[in-house]
């Protein structure tokens, strides 16, 4: 069954028309376009970029999960999906109007996001959406339900290089091998490249990866890198970055930032205090001046063995895990959960605190391994996780938590961050539709 068949009939009108007042407003305002895509790394690519960019012009990014068919077009109209509310719906269509009939303020560069789920979609979106720009992040097994093999999703990806606009600009990951061995065989020679990676292949070169500490309280303060470009090299300090892997967002934003012909020094200043999007591996002060690395957003056994090695090479006096259950693995639940023990070994000084059932499997090898009772802690919900946590912290602790969306790991954060008035702004799940859902047992 192809895509369109499994649509109804509301949503196929639904996107025709979103598509049809997009391309309306592109062709009047032509601001110039930076297509994102990648198995992983879009969003943080994306603010970033929006990071070095936005302090020179006007530019928008999108928002949400507005990455596909009806929300591109929603994010270039400027404005958010009105629901089931047909009030909403005639107020987008209104705001539309005017921009397109009155000569308003619309941005120069649009920053969109564009996922790809299944075969065609990139092919789609880059059918009305001209971009002058792309960013390829990373490769790598997700869909494979519908792309059936990695070289497959690679190609698809590749196609936002191939419809780029006449003498177009993409920036590729080249430390991955897929997008290398795509970038070699490129046939349009009107495009031109920029490479980042820790590859010395690659133009722009990220090497001599440090961790910074607080002079004052030797707490953990982000991370630093040289950039390599051209036989130059420059500090570029990421105060908000634990993950070394989010250098990647940096870099490809260093690449964007060139293009748009902004030097090295505005960039680096620009990226001193880009952030991740919210509940993604955020530092943030924590009570008892302690610091927490507010990774709540999702789980997954790849993405939590990820934070326990950051947690691992980052110096603290003590180090405090605090898991909820990786939900929808399946027949894979127990052994993921499990896993997570011999990860949690090489932590010293660790305590553990477990919230829900499916990680008690965790809690059931560490018993097995004779870990010090007194450093683990079983909890039901996150709240309890969080009160219990409010008790025992010391200063200096730092705190990793992590959990699935359902599990509402948010809500441990927020009992134990400094500044609890600024959660709305500082953790993930803060709109009312979420902060009205009540927490329950998944």
């Given at each position: 069954m192809?895509?369109?068949?499994d649509k109804s009939k509301k949503i196929i009108f639904l996107e025709k028309t979103?598509?049809?007042?997009?391309?309306?407003?592109?062709?009047k305002y032509k601001p110039k376009i930076i297509g994102i895509t990648g198995s992983v790394g879009k969003t943080s690519s994306k603010e970033a970029i929006y990071a070095v960019l936005a302090g020179h012009f006007y530019v928008r990014k999108t928002e949400k999960n507005y990455n596909n068919e009806i929300g591109l077009p929603l994010a270039i109209i400027g404005v958010e999906s009105g629901g089931k509310s047909i009030l909403k719906w005639s107020g987008i269509f209104l705001k539309w109007l005017a921009f397109l009939i009155l000569p308003l303020k619309y941005p120069k560069i649009l920053i969109l996001e564009m996922g790809a789920d299944r075969p065609g979609d990139i092919g789609y979106l880059t059918s009305f959406i001209p971009c002058e720009a792309s960013i390829i992040t990373e490769i790598s097994e997700s869909?494979?339900?519908?792309?059936?093999?990695?070289?497959?999703?690679?190609?698809?990806?590749?196609?936002?290089?191939?419809?780029?606009?006449?003498?177009?600009f993409s920036a590729v990951n080249?430390?991955?091998?897929?997008?290398?061995?795509?970038?070699?065989q490129n046939k349009r020679e009107d495009i031109t490249f920029l490479t980042f990676g820790f590859s010395p292949e690659a133009d722009i070169c990220a090497t001599d990866v440090l961790y910074n500490y607080s002079n004052e309280s030797g707490g953990i303060k982000g991370l630093?890198?040289?950039?390599?470009?051209?036989?130059?090299?420059i500090p570029i300090r990421l105060n908000?970055?634990?993950?070394?892997?989010n250098i990647y967002a940096a870099l490809s934003a260093i690449a964007v930032g060139l293009y748009f012909k902004l030097n090295l020094v505005e960039i680096s200043e620009a990226?001193?205090?880009?952030?991740?999007?919210?509940?993604?591996?955020?530092?943030?002060s924590g009570i008892k001046n302690t610091f927490i690395i507010d990774d709540s957003y999702n789980s997954s056994p790849i993405?939590?063995?990820?934070?326990?090695?950051?947690?691992?090479?980052?110096?603290?006096?003590?180090?405090?895990?605090?898991?909820?259950?990786?939900?929808?693995?399946?027949?894979?639940t127990e052994s993921a959960h499990k896993s997570i023990a011999s990860k949690f070994f090489e932590i010293k000084n660790g305590i553990f605190f477990a919230v829900g059932e499916r990680m008690q499997f965790a809690v059931e090898e560490l018993r097995k391994h004779k870990v010090n009772p007194e450093r683990l802690f079983e909890f039901s919900d996150p709240m309890s996780a969080g009160k219990k946590l409010q008790e025992i912290i010391q200063p200096g602790d730092l705190i990793l938590v992590k959990g699935s969306q359902g599990m509402r790991m948010e809500k441990v954060v927020e009992e134990i961050m400094a500044e609890p008035e600024h959660a709305e702004k500082m953790l993930c799940r803060q709109s009312l539709e979420w902060k009205n859902i009540p927490w329950k047992k998944v």
């Open positions: 192809t895509k369109q068949n979103l598509r049809f007042m997009a391309v309306l407003l592109l062709k869909h494979l339900e519908y792309f059936k093999t990695v070289d497959k999703i690679a190609q698809e990806k590749w196609k936002m290089v191939e419809n780029l606009i006449p003498n177009g080249l430390d991955n091998q897929k997008i290398k061995k795509l970038k070699e630093s890198f040289k950039l390599n470009y051209k036989g130059t090299s908000n970055i634990l993950a070394k892997h990226l001193t205090n880009f952030s991740m999007p919210t509940g993604r591996m955020n530092l943030i993405a939590l063995i990820s934070a326990l090695e950051v947690l691992k090479n980052i110096q603290a006096p003590r180090k405090i895990v605090v898991l909820g259950d990786m939900l929808e693995l399946g027949e894979e």
